[in-house]
């Protein structure tokens, strides 16, 4: 399933976490801005601004955004909103408020979440 895949309901739940996970800051990276940038790309800067309004006229705190993902149940779609969510996220430091909202997700649509490590280059010779 590809972003573009997401139906309206799914877009505001994917829009209301970038607003509380990565905007909330109101300082937003080059890094985070290239990831919305490719968000915007993949479901169009018209869903995207629809999506939008509407977290910002339904959701006045975060309780509310909560209760609404509740009522995301497609697994595929949970699963791509997560991800680019959490992508989003590790391209700046990921604040406590975030990570507890992150932590949260992950056990209400009952993700597995799997890190990747890092490659190892082996030691580093001195040439």
Do not use: C
């Not at 910002?56 to 697994?75: N, Q, V, W």
């Not at 699963?79 to 949260?104: H, K």
């Not at 979440?113 to 580093?124: I, L, T």
């Amino acid at each position: 399933m590809e972003l573009a895949d997401l139906d309206k309901t799914e877009r505001v739940a994917l829009a209301g976490l970038l607003e509380y996970v990565i905007l909330a800051s109101g300082q937003v990276t080059a890094d985070e801005q290239r990831e919305i940038d490719t968000i915007i790309d993949a479901i169009g800067e018209e869903a995207y601004q629809a999506a939008m309004d509407e977290v910002d006229t339904h959701f006045k705190d975060e309780k509310g955004l909560r209760d609404f993902l509740k009522t995301i149940t497609r697994e595929e779609a949970r699963e791509v909103i997560f991800g680019v969510i959490t992508e989003a996220a590790m391209t700046d430091t990921v604040e406590g408020r975030e990570s507890a909202l992150l932590d949260w997700l992950t056990k209400e649509w009952n993700l597995e979440v799997h890190y990747e490590e890092p490659p190892d280059d082996g030691p580093k010779s001195q040439d």
